[in-house]
């Protein structure tokens, strides 16, 4: 028995990149693919957000001199890149049908985002991969998985992380970091913990979404937390 029927797994463009501070690592993408095949065989709906910030950050394009507005979008290009990349990746280990929507319209290369379309996706065993964020600038993926996950009825928003769970401070620079099982979205808000940025969490706070944070790097974890494993923290309403 699965504990979550449909997930929004939001994936996170930075982690494609690996050990390395730019582009793909093949090892990652596999792993992601390998790790969906395992959720869609368990008979989960999987939608999934990709981020860019393997690429392209708008805040980068910023310091480099460029305007805001602009670097944003060449962000969301970069998402449209990383979900054609898993894409391939997941056809490459085959038997998962895919498909690409994206909210920046490119017929040649993916399908427009439109919500009954995709949830359609879902309920005939697609796993579908959303591409360019919520289609404005000065938003992140990380709202895009919020506000999709929200639209498509999901059970759970999944984020997918290189760390296990949220603490209440950075576990990589303090050895007595505490992890939370469970945290309330006021108190993640209040205490403004790194889970998501406000906008994102906000939106799931008034949704009442409830959040899961894992460690995707780490292969199985994905069908662990579908099949309820007490694994990473629950982020809710409660
Ligand atoms: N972005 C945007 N609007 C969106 C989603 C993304 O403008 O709805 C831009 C923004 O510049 C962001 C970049 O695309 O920094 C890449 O996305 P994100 O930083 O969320 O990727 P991740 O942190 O998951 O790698």
Do not use: W
Not at 38 to 63: D, P, W
Not at 172 to 180: G, R
């Amino acid at each position: 028995m699965l504990k979550y029927k449909r997930i929004l797994l939001k994936l996170s463009g930075e982690a494609l990149a690996g050990d390395k501070e730019f582009g793909y690592s093949d090892e990652v993408l596999n792993s992601f693919a390998r790790q969906i095949k395992q959720i869609h065989e368990a008979g989960a709906e999987l939608a999934i957000v990709i981020g860019g910030g393997n690429i392209m950050r708008g805040k980068f394009a910023e310091e480099a001199g460029m305007d805001r507005s602009t670097g944003d979008t060449m962000g969301m290009l970069a998402t449209v890149m990383n979900a054609l990349a898993l894409q391939n990746t997941i056809e490459k280990i085959g038997g998962v049908p895919t498909r690409v929507l994206t909210a920046i319209n490119m017929p040649q290369v993916a399908e427009p985002y439109i919500r009954r379309r995709a949830i359609r996706h879902l309920e005939k065993g697609r796993v579908v991969i959303f591409a360019a964020g919520v289609g404005n600038p000065y938003f992140t993926t990380d709202s895009g998985g919020a506000l999709r996950s929200i639209e498509i009825n999901a059970d759970i928003l999944a984020k997918g992380t290189n760390v296990d769970g949220v603490y209440d401070k950075d576990p990589n620079k303090f050895d007595d970091a505490v992890k939370y099982e469970k945290v309330s979205f006021t108190e993640a808000l209040t205490k403004n913990l790194k889970i998501m940025d406000a906008t994102a969490l906000s939106l799931c706070r008034e949704n009442n979404m409830p959040i899961i944070v894992f460690n995707a790097l780490e292969d199985g974890n994905m069908l662990r937390f579908v099949k309820g494993e007490n694994i990473g923290t629950l982020v809710s309403n409660d």
